[in-house]
């Protein structure tokens, strides 16, 4: 027997079953989860950026200071 092209039955995964309350709108304790944990993220990203910043700015000042001044 042939096989039948048309049949797309179970393709493309399953769609996860919403609880009563999700349907409601109610979020999960996972996407409180995953909202703390891009808070934090964030949170760490700026204060990586702030230090960043403030050894560009350490390196630069002695730079700075060694440089005679300019005469026009």
Known sequence: M???RNN???V???RKKLSRAEQQGAGTVRDSDRKVAEDKKQELVRKMRERAE???ATTAEPAAQDAPP???
């Open 2 to 4: 042939a096989k039948s």
């Open 12 to 14: 493309g995964g399953q």
């Open 54 to 56: 403030a050894q560009t």
């Open 8 to 10: 797309l039955l179970g």
């Open 70 to 72: 300019a005469q026009s």
